[in-house]
């Protein structure tokens, strides 16, 4: 089992709708949360931290976390075609000072 | 944030010869570390870069592949030896601000292409 699994995608919205991103891990004592952004070419952007259950907004992105389930999530509301691009879910397990990467979901918003 | 420069941001190489990647950091950080990402793959750690020490590998990376120093706490180095085509890919170096949260920040990668 991989540490930190995401579906690959492509995952291809309507712009305006709401773009739902799913990641799962596995070291169920893992405290830190994260969602990265990457362009075609470029390096990794990060959108959002969470550490605790429930909700956290910024803007148009909603990282939802439930540990219980070990389960991570990013909804991307309002869709905009400069979303498209891969998101990468990463995650601090509770041992090390790394932090592991999934593989990524491509993301496609078609107008 | 940091604001993390790195140099080259693209090369082409021949087969058997090394190219050394620099690492610059506006501020100092409490943690520095070099991926590796092949295209179409997510990325991969190669090592943690300690500062005053030897690195800490990842596994199926080795000190004579891929020798990294970090003399200070805002600047680091990863060698590329002896490469190969297999090498061509895109790495990148991360930090960890010194006294802040987990949160990693990228630099903008070098691109290596080896011929």
């Known amino acids: 089992q991989k540490e930190v699994e995401q579906n690959s995608g492509p995952l291809s919205v309507p712009e305006g709708a709401i773009a739902s991103l799913n990641c799962t891990y596995s070291?169920?004592?893992?405290?830190?949360f994260f969602w990265y952004r990457q362009y075609s070419g470029k390096s990794p952007e990060l959108i959002m931290s969470?550490?605790?259950?429930g909700d956290k907004e910024d803007g148009r992105f909603t990282a939802q976390l439930n540990k219980a389930s070990q389960y991570v999530s990013l909804l991307i509301r309002d869709s905009q075609p400069s979303d498209s691009a891969t998101y990468l879910c990463?995650?601090?397990?509770?041992?090390?000072?790394?932090?592991?990467f999934g593989s990524g979901t491509r993301l496609s918003i078609r107008p | 944030s940091a604001v993390i420069s790195q140099k080259p941001s693209r090369d082409i190489c021949q087969r058997g010869t090394s190219l050394t990647i620099q690492c610059q950091v506006d501020?100092?950080?409490?943690?520095m570390f070099w991926y590796r990402q092949q295209p179409g793959q997510s990325l991969t750690l190669i090592a943690t870069?300690?500062?005053?020490?030897?690195?800490?590998?990842e596994s199926g990376f080795v000190i004579d592949k891929f020798p990294i120093s970090r003399p200070n706490l805002t600047f680091s180095t990863l060698t590329v030896s002896n490469m190969s085509p297999e090498d061509s890919s895109i790495y990148l170096c991360?930090?960890?601000?010194?006294?802040?949260?987990?949160?990693?920040?990228f630099g903008p990668g070098t691109r290596l292409t080896v011929l």
């Open positions: 991360s930090v960890s601000k010194q006294g802040g949260t987990d949160t990693q920040y």
């Open positions: 070291d169920r004592g893992s405290q830190s």
């Open positions: 969470i550490y605790s259950n």
């Open positions: 990463a995650v601090k397990g509770s041992s090390a000072s790394k932090i592991i």
């Open positions: 501020s100092q950080v409490t943690m």
């Open positions: 870069a300690n500062q005053g020490s030897e690195a800490t590998y």
